[in-house]
T-cell receptor, first 113, second 110 residues
């Protein structure tokens, strides 16, 4: 157990639907990062939050949004889902704004049918 | 875009032998971090080793060590005494923007 909790572990939904992925960072970590990993692909950085504020944005689609709450958990919202959104979505946390070590959760596997 | 490049999509090593995985990067930052992550078939991302750019000494973690060449922007991972459990995808990553390379799939032959 890495200390980073992602729920749900698996999610199957239909095209056009909206889903919310949840991440609870490791205790004491202020930074939360979201990544998308499509089948046999590398990790695409989506977005970073630090202590409730958005700090960096990567290749995140406009249909996707995220937020970090006062208790530091984060949610990634995916809407108008397409088949191509099927992927493993990782959350990672870090104590720091920049640098340091990143601890990953076990991911949420999203399947869009 | 500033990139992280892993030029070896696949590598193979005999058990107990040594293998080196390559990574090059570019950055305009003066202070940054570099990482190697392992992703076994379980898909869990596991931090293998971390290097702080301002430190000239190469990081070492048991059988894993890096060769950090700052001027050349090179950050290779050496795995000594390879074990069957080392078989995985290995990703090189750079902070602060946490961009990952495309990965190298390592096979360990018994």
């Amino acid at each position: 157990d890495s200390g980073v909790t992602q729920t749900p572990k698996h999610l199957i939904t239909a095209t056009g639907q909206r889903v919310t992925l949840r991440c609870s960072p490791r205790s004491g970590d202020l930074s939360v990062y979201w990544y998308q990993q499509s089948l046999d692909q590398g990790l695409q950085f989506l977005i970073q939050y630090y202590n409730g504020e958005e700090r960096a944005k990567g290749n995140i689609l406009e249909r996707f949004s995220a937020q970090q709450f006062p208790d530091l958990h984060s949610e990634l919202n995916l809407s108008s889902l397409e088949l191509g959104d099927s992927a493993l979505y990782f959350c990672a946390s870090s104590p720091y704004l920049l640098g340091g070590g990143y601890t990953f959760g076990s991911g949420t596997r999203l399947t869009v049918v | 875009a500033q990139t992280v490049t892993q030029s070896q999509p696949e590598m193979s090593v005999q058990e107990a032998e040594t293998v080196t995985l390559s990574c090059t990067y570019d950055t305009s930052e003066s202070d940054y971090y570099l990482f190697w992550y392992k992703q076994p078939p379980s898909r869990q991302m596991i931090l293998v080793i971390r290097q702080e750019a301002y430190k000239q000494q190469n990081a070492t973690e048991n059988r894993f060590s890096v060769n950090f060449q700052k001027a050349a922007k090179s950050f290779s991972l050496k795995i000594s005494d390879s074990q069957l459990g080392d078989a995985a995808m290995y990703f090189c990553a750079r902070a602060p923007d946490m961009r990952f390379g495309a990965g190298t799939r390592l096979t360990v032959k018994p």
